[in-house]
């Protein structure tokens, strides 16, 4: 999943960066979604056409990229208005980002929603909710609380 958003990240940032000045602004958002989209349509294909067990399991979420608004973010907030190289750079910096959020959420999920992790049982006893969609929101709810409390924490610190 963390490849296919790369893909469309770095293309539809770098395509837009590119052609800013001919991009009317009142018509940005809807060419953003047309060019993320097409990024979206050809990472869906090349995933179907080399790797169909992996278009499988993706099913929905490949196509959802499309409204993701960390796509739709950037190419507002940053590709339309910064160079070519700025935009590829944020474009590496953002899916690099991604990937680690991306494994640190299914590494929780899978040890505390099947209680092992690369094959190695660690407990008998999973918390269940864990493996089914509600637990991607309870670990985000808690490494949410987790980053607030470490900023508060270094707030203190440097006011002290």
Do not use: W
Request: overall charge positive; hydrophobic content about 55%.
């Amino acid at each position: 999943m963390s490849i296919a958003v790369s893909f469309v990240l770095f293309g539809s940032n770098l395509i837009i960066s590119a052609l800013k000045k001919f991009i009317p602004p009142n018509l940005r958002i809807p060419i953003f979604i047309i060019v993320i989209s097409t990024f979206v349509t050809t990472a869906e294909y090349l995933i179907k056409a080399y790797v169909p067990n992996l278009h499988q399991q993706l099913g929905v979420f490949l196509p959802l990229i499309v409204v993701n608004c960390i796509i739709i973010g950037r190419a507002e907030a940053f590709a339309h208005r910064n160079t070519v190289f700025k935009s590829i750079l944020d474009a590496m910096g953002t899916s690099i980002g991604f990937f680690i959020v991306l494994v640190l959420i299914s590494s929780i999920r899978q040890i505390t929603g099947q209680g092992d992790f690369l094959g190695i049982v660690l407990f008998r006893n999973p918390a269940l909710v864990m493996a089914f969609p509600p637990g991607g929101f309870f670990t985000i709810g808690f490494l949410m609380a987790l980053l607030r409390y470490y900023n508060l924490k270094k707030k203190k610190r440097s006011e002290e």
